[in-house]
C-alpha cells in the first residue's frame, strides 16, 4: 500500500502550520506592496502637507523649514523606507489635522469599526446560512421564494436609505433602539470616566467591567446598525449559501448518504454542510473584510466613530498621514482575514492539505 | 417467496418542455439471486435501480402498479419505514467512489457512522466492526485506511470501501450500479470477484446493473435487458447468447470478439424497434 500518509493526529495540523509560516511571509510581502502603494498615491495627490501646516502667508524659509522636519526634502526611496520603518514600529506619523498620532487616533476609531462589523457578520452568518439551506433544500417553495426578495433587497436597496428608513422607524417612531452614536451622552461620560477601556470596544469593556448598565445602552445603540450591515452581509451569504448548497445537494455521496439511512438533517448539515463549508468560509471572511473596511455611509449615518468615518474626515481635510494610516490598517485587517481564511479553508479540506 | 417485486414501475420526470419518462413499465421479481440489468445509456436501468430505494430525486416521480421488499410495501411506506430499510435491509454500490464518497470526511467517519448512529454502538466497537468490514473486501491495511479521505484511495480501494460500507448492515438486497465502469479492467476483475464472493457468502439478492452484456452474463443468474424505459428481454444469464429480441442481438452482435475478424463492428441497427 502506498501513498497513504502515517495515521497521526498531527496530520491534520502540521500541514496547517507550514501553511501559517508560508502565510506569514506572503502576508509581509503584501503589505509591503500595499505600503509601497499607499506611499505613493500620497506623493502624487495634488495636496501639500507643508502648506497645510504653515498657512498661506509663510515665508520661503518657514516653508523650507518644515520641509526638512517632515523629511520631504529627501530623495523618494529614503522617504519610503522612513516611512516603511516607522510603519513597522507602529508609527504611521502624524495627524495634519490634529498634530496627534495616527496610530493612537486609529487605535481609538477602529475598535468602533470592528465591534459594528464582527457584529454584522455574525447575523448575516447566523440568519444568512440557514436561510441558504432552507431555500437550497426547498427550490422554488415560498420559502425559497421569500429568502430570494429579502435578498434581492438587501442587495439592491442603497444602504444609505435603509439606515435613515431604519432610525425613522426603529428610533424616530417605535422608540424600541437608540438613536445615532454608541452610547448615550450619560454613558459616555461613565464609560470615559470610572471604567477601565480594554478593547475599546464598548460592548467588551462594559461586559468586563460588569457595567451593565452600559451595556445595555450600548446594545440599543448598535442593534440598528449592526443589524443594517447584518442584513446586508446575510443578502449575500444566503445567496451563496443556497447555490453551494444545491451543488453539493446534487452529489452523489449525498445519495450514499442516504442509502446508509442516514436522516435528512444529517444528510443536509453533516454531509453537505461539511462541503459546503469549504467555499462559503471565504464567501464569509470576504464580507467581513467588507465590512471591516469601514461602512462609510452606515457609520456617517449612525454618527458611529469607525474607521470609515475617520479616513472620510480626513480625506475631507486633505490629511494624508490620516488617509493613509487607515487605508494601511484596512489593508492590514483584509490581508490578515485572507489569511485566516486560507488557513480554516485548509483545517475543512483534506484535498487543499497536502 | 420473492424478496422484490415490481410491477409496472414508471419515473417520470417532468421537465419545461412536458413529461420525460425515463421508465416506461418494467416488472421483475427477485429472490435471493442475481439479476443482471443491462441496457445502454439512457435506457432507465440506474431510475430503476434507484427507484426501489425511492431515490429519485424531484422532479422525478415514481409510479407503480406494486412495488414490495420483503412483503413490504415502498410505493406507500413512510419516509421514516423507507430510511430504515435502506440503512439496513438494501444497500446500493455506486459507479464512481470518486463522487460516491464524502470527499472532506474520513473513511472511517463514513463506515461507523451508520453503526453509531442507528445501531447506537460505541466508538471502538464501531472502529472494530468497520475494520473487519475493511478486511473482508481484502483491504490489509484496514486501520490506516480508517483515517484516510477518499481522494487519498486510489479507484479500486474506493469502490472496495464502498462494498464495505454497503455491507456492514449486512443488507438483503445489495443494488449494484455500474460498479466497476469506472475502474481499470485488472481492477475490474478483483472488485468483481470480492463483490461476487460476498454476496454468495452471504446468500443476498443482487440487482446488478451494468451497460456490459458478458460481463452481466458471467455475473448473475438472469438478465433484464432494457432499452428506452422497457424490458425488451428477460432471459436466463446463460442463454444470452441466444437471445431472440433482435435489440438483444443487436447488441451482441456489437460486441468484439478476441481472436475474431478484423472487420469493423456492426454499428445496432435502431431501426427495427
Redesign the interface.
Known amino acids: 500500500m502506498t501513498g497513504l500518509p502515517a495515521p497521526s493526529p498531527q496530520r491534520r495540523l502540521l500541514p496547517v502550520l507550514g501553511q501559517i509560516a508560508l502565510g506569514l511571509g506572503t502576508l509581509a510581502i503584501t503589505l509591503l506592496g500595499l505600503l509601497l502603494i499607499t506611499f505613493v498615491i500620497a506623493r502624487i495627490v495634488p495636496t501639500d502637507p507643508v502648506l497645510s501646516i504653515v498657512g498661506e502667508r509663510a515665508t520661503p524659509a518657514q516653508i523650507a523649514a518644515i520641509r526638512e522636519k517632515l523629511g520631504l526634502d529627501l530623495p523618494l526611496w529614503q522617504q519610503f523606507l522612513i516611512y516603511v520603518r516607522d510603519a513597522v514600529q507602529g508609527d504611521l506619523g502624524r495627524s495634519i489635522r490634529t498634530g496627534q498620532s495616527v496610530t493612537a487616533e486609529i487605535a481609538r476609531y477602529f475598535p468602533a469599526t470592528l465591534e459594528l462589523a464582527t457584529l454584522g457578520t455574525i447575523f448575516g452568518t447566523l440568519v444568512g446560512v440557514p436561510a441558504g439551506v432552507l431555500a437550497a433544500t426547498r427550490p422554488g417553495s415560498i420559502a425559497d421564494q421569500i429568502v430570494r426578495v429579502v435578498g434581492l433587497m438587501g442587495y439592491s436597496m442603497p444602504v444609505f436609505w435603509l439606515g435613515l428608513i431604519g432610525l425613522l422607524v426603529f428610533y424616530g417612531q417605535l422608540d424600541w433602539v437608540a438613536g445615532p452614536g454608541r452610547l448615550d451622552p450619560v454613558y459616555d461620560m461613565m464609560m470615559q470616566f470610572t471604567l477601565t477601556s480594554y478593547t475599546g470596544m464598548i460592548l467588551v469593556d462594559a461586559a468586563l467591567n460588569g457595567a451593565w448598565d452600559v451595556f445595555a445602552n450600548a446594545v440599543s445603540h448598535i442593534v440598528l446598525p449592526a443589524g443594517l450591515l447584518g442584513y446586508v452581509s446575510m443578502a449575500y451569504i444566503s445567496r451563496m449559501t443556497r447555490s453551494f448548497m444545491m451543488n453539493e445537494l446534487g452529489q452523489e455521496y449525498i445519495t450514499t448518504a442516504r442509502v446508509k439511512g442516514m436522516p435528512e438533517w444529517r444528510v443536509i448539515w453533516v454531509h453537505a454542510m461539511k462541503n459546503v463549508a469549504v467555499p462559503l468560509i471565504t464567501v464569509i471572511a470576504l464580507s467581513y473584510a467588507y465590512l471591516l473596511e469601514g461602512s462609510v455611509l452606515t457609520e456617517t449615518i449612525f454618527a458611529w466613530p469607525g474607521l470609515g468615518s475617520y479616513i472620510t474626515d480626513a480625506l475631507f481635510a486633505a490629511d494624508m498621514p490620516a488617509v493613509l494610516g487607515g487605508t494601511v490598517v484596512v489593508g492590514v485587517a483584509f490581508v490578515t482575514l485572507n489569511m485566516a481564511s486560507d488557513i480554516l479553508y485548509r483545517l475543512v479540506d483534506p484535498r487543499a492539505r497536502a | 417467496m420473492s424478496l422484490l417485486e415490481v410491477r409496472n414501475l414508471r419515473v417520470t420526470f417532468a421537465t419545461e418542455t412536458g413529461e420525460v419518462q425515463a421508465v416506461r413499465g418494467v416488472s421483475f421479481t427477485l429472490g435471493h439471486e442475481r439479476l443482471g440489468i443491462v441496457g445502454e445509456s439512457g435506457s432507465g436501468k440506474t431510475m430503476t435501480g434507484?427507484s426501489v430505494?425511492r431515490?429519485v430525486?424531484p422532479p422525478g416521480r415514481i409510479e407503480a402498479d406494486a412495488m414490495t421488499f420483503d412483503g413490504r410495501d415502498l410505493l406507500h411506506a413512510s419516509?421514516r419505514e423507507m430510511?430504515?430499510?435502506?440503512?439496513?435491509r438494501?444497500?446500493?454500490v455506486?459507479?464512481?467512489p470518486k463522487?460516491?464518497?464524502?470527499?472532506?470526511?474520513t473513511i472511517g467517519r463514513q463506515l461507523t457512522?451508520?453503526l453509531r448512529?442507528?445501531d447506537g454502538l460505541g466508538r471502538s466497537d464501531a472502529t472494530a466492526k468497520a475494520i473487519a468490514a475493511l478486511e473482508a473486501v481484502q483491504i490489509?491495511?484496514a486501520?490506516?485506511?480508517?483515517?484516510?479521505?477518499p481522494?487519498?484511495?486510489?479507484g479500486g480501494m474506493g469502490q472496495r470501501v464502498?462494498i464495505a460500507?454497503?455491507l456492514i448492515p449486512e443488507p438483503d438486497l445489495l443494488i449494484a450500479d455500474e460498479p466497476t465502469s469506472a475502474l481499470d479492467v485488472t481492477v475490474q476483475a478483483e472488485v468483481l470477484s470480492i463483490l461476487d464472493g460476498l454476496v454468495r457468502d452471504r446468500g443476498m439478492g443482487l440487482i446488478f446493473i451494468s451497460h456490459d452484456l458478458r460481463l452481466v452474463a458471467r455475473f448473475c443468474d438472469r438478465v433484464l435487458v432494457m432499452h428506452k424505459g422497457l424490458v425488451v428481454e428477460e432471459i436466463e444469464a446463460a442463454h444470452l447468447m441466444e437471445a431472440q429480441h433482435p435489440y438483444t442481438k443487436g447488441l451482441l452482435n456489437c460486441l468484439p470478439r478476441i481472436g475474431g475478424s478484423r472487420a469493423p463492428l456492426p454499428v445496432l441497427d435502431r431501426a427495427g424497434f
Not at chain 2, 99 to 105: A, D, H, K, T, W
Open positions: 434507484r430505494l431515490l430525486r419516509e430510511r430504515a430499510l435502506r440503512g439496513k438494501i444497500g446500493m455506486m459507479q464512481d463522487y460516491s464518497l464524502n470527499p472532506v470526511m457512522e451508520g448512529l442507528r490489509r491495511d486501520a490506516r485506511v480508517m483515517e484516510a479521505y481522494h487519498e484511495l486510489s464502498m460500507m454497503m
